[in-house]
């Protein structure tokens, strides 16, 4: 028999050993369990827009959201490492979603005096070019005669959106249908029930060329080309800054490939039957005709010297750096301009101690100041004004307004878009490029072909201090 010693550590042994087997079978487990820890959340980015805007944005058939603005802001979460939450709704509760700060950005919006009232906006985006539509039963009615007021016709917007803000402005005795959603406006027009309606050129392509009804509306006027951009609550400027920084991969070639995903692919462009039957009958009638084909090449020919003179008269009016129209062509546009007509606002400004940036940057960089001073001016005015380079690093622009307060609102915008995209662009972030604007308004009509009285509204903003605007109204 073992001595009762011996027992007592062969028990202590065993004890030992089975604590020590225990223990190694529970950490692993421990590790597994660690190591299945959730990582860090990205930050979560709300961005609310319509739910009925194709392709812009809207919801399919499984309530996902979809579109051009979806695959950007995705895009814009995967490379800054954001989660993208979207808020779908109609226009206008998406816009309220935004300014009671249960979003944190508009996917997109155009800005307008009323919404720089309470929402600051970010980098352009995209273009959008809206059109009044016409539904065959109103071909041969003029647009301009309904877009007067005098008739009956009702023109059919969606409420909340830039083109009522529009329409009210500027064709106020307009009767406007309102719906809440660009699809309840076009269902409504494809089902006859309107005959006439305001959208973006591409939305409504969408709509039309995916319905076995799509020759039923056309476009019979053009009323404005404007940039989209993300809008952000006012005064919310630390969100803006972060989000708008986050944009140097927005090219132009980027843009383009999110487009094409919509524009080009989903959306088929649907031709006549009879087309391509008849260019295929044209193309054999010109290959076997000797005389129209010779007609042709004179054609030709006659068409290329045009374009070449074409091309030398507009060198002859562009400005080379900022190809912008340059001083002759301003000067003789104030000479033909219909004196008679009135409320026409003469914009001038120049770029703050313009020399600083010759002498500190060099030369080339203060060409690059130029071009994008002009850019920028060239993008936030509609397509209707005229803006040219009339000095050194001196602009002037033409433009049209229904009121001085209009006018002084599109000046502010210049001058704030102008100092805040300057920071983001150029590496002397603690002096921004800004400019000092003048404004000469003349409501019932411009008495002379000079620009002196914008010139000292813009003199008198220098003496302010620069980097403001001075309206006379005269």
Aim: proline share 3%; net charge negative.
């Amino acid at each position: 028999m073992l001595h009762s010693g011996a027992l007592y550590v062969l028990a202590r042994q065993i004890v030992f050993t089975l604590c020590v087997g225990v223990l190694l079978s529970i950490s692993p487990s421990a590790h597994s369990d660690n190591s299945e820890q959730p990582e860090s959340q990205k930050p979560v980015l709300k961005v609310a827009n319509s739910h009925a805007w194709r392709p812009f944005s809207y919801l399919n058939s499984n309530q996902e959201p979809r579109g051009i603005l979806i695959d950007f802001w995705k895009e814009f979460g995967d490379r800054n490492g954001y989660d993208i939450e979207f808020l779908l709704t109609d226009w206008q509760t998406s816009i309220d979603l935004v300014r009671t700060g249960q979003a944190d950005v508009h996917a997109g919006l155009l800005q307008s005096p009323e919404r720089l009232q309470f929402m600051d906006f970010g980098t352009p985006l995209f273009a959008i070019d809206t059109q009044v539509f016409f539904s065959q039963s109103m071909m041969g009615t003029s647009a301009d005669f309904v877009l007067s007021g005098e008739t009956e016709h009702k023109i059919g917007v969606v409420q909340g959106g830039y083109e009522e803000e529009f329409m009210s402005a500027n064709f106020p005795d307009v009767a406007l249908q309102l719906f809440p959603n660009n699809q309840a406006m076009l269902d409504a027009a494809l089902s006859e029930k309107i005959q006439a309606f305001v959208a973006d050129l591409q939305v409504a392509n969408y709509h039309l060329y995916t319905t076995t009804n799509h020759n039923l509306f056309i476009p019979v006027r053009h009323l404005y080309t404007e940039m989209l951009h993300a809008g952000f609550a006012k005064g919310n400027a630390a969100l803006l800054n972060r989000i708008d920084n986050k944009f140097a991969w927005l090219d132009d070639d980027t843009k383009r490939q999110l487009l094409n995903r919509w524009v080009y692919y989903d959306v088929e462009t649907v031709y006549p039957t009879h087309l391509f039957p008849a260019l295929v009958a044209i193309s054999i009638f010109i290959v076997t005709s000797y005389i129209v084909l010779l007609k042709r090449t004179v054609k030709q020919k006659t068409r290329a010297l045009q374009t070449a003179n074409d091309m030398l008269q507009d060198q002859a009016i562009t400005d080379s750096l900022t190809l912008l129209r340059n001083r002759r062509y301003f000067y003789q546009h104030l000479y033909d301009l219909d004196k008679t007509r009135g409320d026409i606002a003469l914009m001038v400004f120049d770029i703050d101690d313009f020399k600083a940036f010759n002498d500190g940057f060099g030369h080339a960089h203060g060409d690059e100041v130029l071009c994008f001073v002009a850019k920028t001016a060239t993008i936030l005015l509609p397509k209707d004004a005229i803006i040219a380079r009339i000095g050194g690093e001196e602009f002037a622009i033409l433009q049209y307004f229904s009121s001085a307060e209009g006018a002084l609102a599109q000046a502010r915008v210049l001058c704030e878009e102008i100092a805040r995209q300057s920071l983001a662009l150029f590496n002397h972030a603690s002096k921004p490029v800004t400019i000092s604007l003048g404004v000469a308004y003349y409501p019932n009509g411009m008495p002379h072909s000079e620009i002196i009285d914008a010139d000292k509204a813009m003199y008198q903003a220098k003496k302010q201090g620069k980097n403001c605007t001075v309206l006379h109204v005269l």
